[in-house]
DNA sequence: TCGTGATAGTGTATAAGCTACACTATCATA
DNA sequence: TATGATAGTGTAGCTTATACACTATCACGA
């Protein structure tokens, strides 16, 4: 609890305190495939790995301003999706100190990566996350798998996966990113129907050109979000704690 | 990231740093109700509040460790299912300081709870989640809340009420659990059903005498829990981050 | 000893939902 | 005007869920 058990010791100026970070995994979408920012770092330890971005939180903001400030310092993206994922904090995760490292999941959207890769520096990418690097730093491979399965799973049963669309998009674009997160292919009669079925989607006038027939463009109903989740499919390996 | 996106500028040591505690919202079953155990505070602030057990984490302990400590030294029970929930880091949680509190939940056995009311002190007592104290300490009443809100989602679906229940029980028994859970009476039959295909119980030689026909007693099949999560029901609601 | 209430447990017709897949539609281009 | 590419719809049949009627086995009292 709070110090209380023992009131009359009580003295936290006592205890040795650790150090607290935030870490941010950012995923987004570029070409249709899932993507991750990582950094890479120039000092021991660790120095030449990647690493997911994240730094000390600061006496006066809450966690999750400390996340939304790292979010911004990193991509320059605001109002994006953010979610605290887990806390991290074995003993000697960190050959310097005790370090407490809370973790968030963000989302950016797919055409939001511009300002990001407009101030990319050489140590920052986007990391495709079926393909990253070989060993991250610190545990943050432990923490970035971990992100990885939440986010796959939450997108099952949530709207998640729209945060990650840009603001138009076909729903065979959705059903795209679907089959993606899933691994595997979706019958495109079922996915029409159950989509329409869920009303988030609000039609637009806009229609895109392409090879083939030409393709209604779509819109997320955030209003509708927070009613109804959506519950795409079951998965008994779920990850959501 | 850990420090290095100014890697130049890097000394840890120079950061303030918070207080860093575990609490654990310690649940059990007393006759079928869920309780949870709650301390009550001898000193400032927030003397005479109820408050969920915690306190500060070594240097050299995990923070599941941590939590498994706190967790003994209240109840005297180890190995008993233990999840963090969630992190809660507000800047002024606590008057006295800034401290960042990782919050776990704990599932005691039915059949444990003696070993807790032997040890119980005068400020130490289970309270039914149903009727608990106006006021809690901090901000405990929200950490309470959303782990209750946690509890109930997760029993959907996983195999979390086992967890709860004595070694032995009756099929009745479980979906009396379930019942309480959701707040709706079930289908006798369909429970019977669905539990037994889940294959997640385990018939023993067992048989219960009462008022009427005798009741056979089951086991929770704990190797099958792993392989395959019980579904119990889907909500729409749910609460699992 | 037979009936009745209490608890335990099973069977099943119907409804609802999901899946697979065949079908139609509309464009560009050769 | 045929062909390929992409968009979108319809539907038969299978699977699963629901509601509820049914059987089973005990204690206990008339």
Known sequence: MEPATNPQSYDPSRYERPSVTVDVVIFTLISQELHVLLVQRRHWPFEGFWAIPGGFIN???????????????????????????????????????????VAYIALVRADAQKIAASEESTDVRWWPVRALPEQLAFDHEQILAYAVARLRSKLEYTTLAFQLLPELFSILELKHIYEQILGEKLDKGNFYRKIKESNLLEETDVIREGRGRPTRLWRFRRDRASDKQFVFRWREDRIDR
Do not use: C, K, N
């Open 59 to 101: 006496m006066d903001e809450s966690l999750e301003a400390a996340a939304r400030r790292e979010l911004e310092e990193e991509t320059g993206v605001r109002d994006v999706y953010l979610e605290q994922l887990y806390t991290f904090g074995d003993p000697d995760r960190d050959p310097r100190m005790r370090v407490i490292s």
